[in-house]
Nanobody, 115 residues
Framework: QVQLVESGGGLVQAGGSLRLSCAAS????????MGWYRQAPGKQRELVAR???????NYGDSVKGRFTISRDIAENTLYLQMNSLKPEDTAVYYC?????????WGQGTQVTVSS
């Protein structure tokens, strides 16, 4: 089992920045990749950014150039730096870990961007 706890969401004006954190615990040695997903009301959950065990990253098209995913391996923490935020970035952001064949999710953190 892997436990994920997100933090750092909140309300920010358009053009502002936020940094999300995701603390991982449990069987973290089995994690192959971690990522951030988001879900806005009435929409499907979508990939925001992902990083593999070897450090390969990929981003959703809508956030490329604005968001950066990173990790602190020693602290077992995943980050998402979000810059130049737009109202359309408003969503619940979820941390995800792929460990073996299992997907684990955090409880989500709300990000609201006002215009």
């Amino acid at each position: 089992q892997v436990q994920l706890v997100e933090s750092g969401g909140g309300l920010v004006q358009a053009g502002g920045s936020l940094r999300l954190s995701c603390a991982a615990s449990g069987r973290i040695f089995n994690i192959n990749a971690m990522g951030w997903y988001r879900q806005a009301p009435g929409k499907q959950r979508e990939l925001v950014a992902r990083i593999t065990r070897t450090g390969v990253t990929n981003y959703g098209d809508s956030v490329k150039g604005r968001f950066t995913i990173s990790r602190d391996i020693a602290e077992n923490t995943l980050y998402l730096q979000m810059n130049s935020l737009k109202p359309e970035d408003t969503a619940v952001y979820y941390c995800n870990a792929l460990a073996g064949l299992s997907n684990y999710w955090g409880q989500g953190t709300q990000v609201t961007v006002s215009s």
